[in-house]
């Protein structure tokens, strides 16, 4: 007796079957298209990358110039600004590009699934470039602003001080924090996209997550002070959000879980 169960109708897969040498060859060819897009965004990036380090760096320049200080990066290197300008245009190209490699991936991945499973993935595919923005601005926004004029003010500049601590920060290493920051912030934020698509597979249920919420919450300070500077304010800037974007993905995961779930 065969059981093989039949897809709806109308919810056929529309393409031909290739096989694996063709697979291969689709891959290689969209991997190609995915480098071409962000070599050539390499390039016009690197092209700007004073500009755009000029961009990252704002925030600190604010941050020094209302102490009253020149606003200043060093190097100490003779090749470290050059790399930092490389590391720059790399950060650059990978955001400019993100949309072409995405699409890329979705033009070799929708072929094998089925309309109903493209009508359901859609969504995800593009609320997920936006969170990762909306994670990277409050990096850039909110979180630098308040804790570069923190950790500032460590600096020891008494007058008549015999030592005076002042800040000199290599051009590398606030590039370094900088990605960091702004990169955590923004996986961070795809949270509720990955809580909600294990919810509508049927991995994790809402009810699970309310029953481990509290350490959810340990998990969401845990994560935040691994992922950010050594100082408490930024740590809570990113806890905080986290635990918002917890209680988000709750009310996702109930509105697509199977039905039944729920309760569970």
Not at 27 to 50: T, V
Not at 192 to 210: D, E, M, N, Q, Y
Request: glycine share 6%.
């Amino acid at each position: 007796m065969d059981e093989t169960v039949s897809p709806p109708k109308g919810d056929e897969i529309n393409d031909k079957e290739m096989p694996l040498l063709e697979h291969l060859a689709e891959l290689r060819r969209r991997l190609m298209y995915s480098a071409a897009a962000f070599f050539i965004a390499f390039f016009i990036c690197y092209h700007f990358a004073p500009r755009i380090y000029d961009f990252l760096a704002a925030p600190l320049a604010h941050a020094l110039e209302a102490r009253g200080q020149k606003p200043q990066l060093i190097y100490t290197a003779l090749y470290e600004a050059f790399f930092t300008y490389i590391k720059v245009a790399i950060f650059g190209a990978a955001f400019v590009s993100f949309p072409v490699v995405a699409s890329q991936l979705w033009f070799f991945v929708a072929p094998g699934l089925y309309k109903r499973e493209k009508r359901a993935m859609l969504p995800f595919l593009m609320v997920t470039p936006v969170l990762f923005f909306l994670g990277g601005a409050m990096a850039y926004y909110v979180i630098f602003p308040n804790a570069w004029k923190f950790l500032l003010s460590f600096q020891n500049t008494p007058p008549g001080a015999d030592v005076h601590i002042e800040l000199m920060a290599k051009v590398s290493d606030y590039l370094n924090i900088v990605m960091k920051l702004i990169f955590a912030f923004g996986l961070s934020f795809e949270l509720p996209v990955l809580l909600t698509l294990l919810g509508k597979v049927g991995i994790i249920t809402s009810a699970g997550l309310r029953k481990y919420r509290r350490y959810a919450y340990v998990g969401c300070f845990v994560l935040a002070a691994i992922l950010t500077p050594p100082d408490i304010l930024t740590q809570c800037l990113l806890a905080g959000p986290l635990v918002v974007l917890f209680e988000i993905s709750v009310f996702s995961v109930r509105l697509v879980e199977p039905k039944g779930s729920a309760d569970a």
